[in-house]
């Protein structure tokens, strides 16, 4: 049946080709854009279309460049499958040409509808939007455009040194992401999209891709809504000196006869894994003083951030699966001992539960209260929230916890990252879905069935979504997180 109608919408494209922009967005997937006719695939109540590039392939000279426009085009080409993640040494078919995204709409229903732009996370070095877990098809359903875009990753996304940069910045990922925006405010309108009416969201580093582009005047005006998950929002950003002693050692690595532009992939991905057992965010945004010119907590502090609507929170535990080291690092930094540890958690035995919960607390839960106040503090619509709920199956071994919400959100299941849900983390996953879906169609995540959510600027209100109850209440954490602000 998909294929059939696949052919189906060939054929009238190939028919109609002119008057195409014309008909109403929904009737068959296909969208006129300026890189051409993009024909799409369908899979029940939704049309996807995968692979779409959103730049020229970043390759040969353009390597450590700022992201090009594609050329214009008036061919048809078929959006089907994915196109290659971003190049990363744990991904065997990541490449260079890597600059595309994926759009999700629903199948049959006209626009402009709410954008939904997802950035994904991996801490600067891993990851891609083609992930199973970020199908956007069960967000789509409720009526909404979601697009998941790559962008570049490790060394290639984020390398500064003067030599090689001509000067220019080291953020080419977040350029990537810039770009990503323009083409959606381009074209998101031909797939049914209303470009004035877009809602970012993202986790960990895609959390923090978003907040920098909520401070960057380069993407003001690109998107109306934000969303931040999980952000290590005190987290101090690399001067621009930092990064470029870091790319003297990345160029020394590769060797000093080495073209860098023609430099093999594997290369790169070698230097770049010796340089990271080193430091392991040796990779990731810097003040460059152009798009980054400061740290977030800072920019938010000052009021330097677009006013726009804002979601904010974390999960209860915010451990991944190599966060020992991390861990110890923020212990050290603290000065705190055993004895502060267990005063600040009574309830807690183990050396390893304290320091975990103390991770937790200090580097996501404290930060994403400080945005959520500051923001509010604007006269800026503000929602904050805390993901402490544990799928059925998982709660004798729960594991990392970092990421957890992504699952309820998407609603995938049975795939890499995401098991199957019992009935109740269905109902659970739902609700939090419609919340989700609410705030990008008005910036506002109430809605009727839902349990109320308070706004942020009732200082510590938020929405505690646990395996209990949702419920809108007083933050149970906040004297220990004004003892760790302190």
Known sequence: ?????????????????????????????????????????????????KGLAYATPPLGTLRWRPPQPTPESSEMHTAYTYGAPCLQPSLPDASEDCLTLNVFRPFGVDGPL??????????????????????????????LIVVTANYRLGALGWLADPALTDGGSGNWGLMDQIAALHWVHDNIAAFGGDPD????????????????????????????????????????????????????????ALGPQADLRAAEPRRLLAAESLLLEQSRH????????????????AGFAAGHQSRIALMIGSNDDETGFDDEVDTRQELAASGLTSDDLRQLYPDLAKPSDLATRFYTDKVFSEPARLL??????????????????????????????????????????????????????????SRVRSYWINFARRGDPNGPDLPHWDSAANRDRLLLITNDRIASGDDPLAERLDRLAR
């Open 1 to 49: 049946m998909r294929s059939l109608l696949a052919l189906l919408a060939a054929f009238i494209v190939l028919c109609c080709a002119g008057s195409a922009v014309g008909q109403p967005v929904g009737q068959f997937p296909f969208a006129l854009t300026r890189e051409g006719q993009m024909l799409g695939a369908v899979e029940g109540e939704v049309a996807s279309f």
């Open 114 to 143: 709410p954008v939904m732009m997802f950035i994904h996370g991996g801490g600067f070095v891993s990851g891609t939007a083609n992930e199973r877990l970020f199908d956007g098809a069960r967000l789509a359903q409720a009526g």
């Open 197 to 252: 009416n877009v809602t970012l969201f993202g986790s960990g580093a895609g959390a923090t891709s978003i907040a920098l582009l909520m401070l960057s005047a380069q993407s003001r005006g690109l998107f109306h809504k934000a969303i931040l998950q999980s952000i290590p929002a005190r987290a101090r950003l690399r001067s621009s000196q930092e990064a470029e002693a870091i790319g003297r050692q990345f160029v020394a």
């Open 282 to 297: 040796g990779f990731a945004p810097m003040m460059d003083g152009a798009l980054v010119t400061e740290d977030i907590a």
């Open 372 to 429: 959520a106040r500051l923001h509010a503090a604007r006269g800026v619509a503000t929602f904050r929230y805390r993901f402490a709920y544990v799928p059925e199956a998982r709660r004798g071994n729960p594991g990392a916890g970092h990421g957890r919400e992504l699952q309820f959100i998407f609603g995938a299941e049975g795939v890499p990252g995401a098991g199957i849900f019992s009935r109740a983390d269905r109902e659970v996953a």
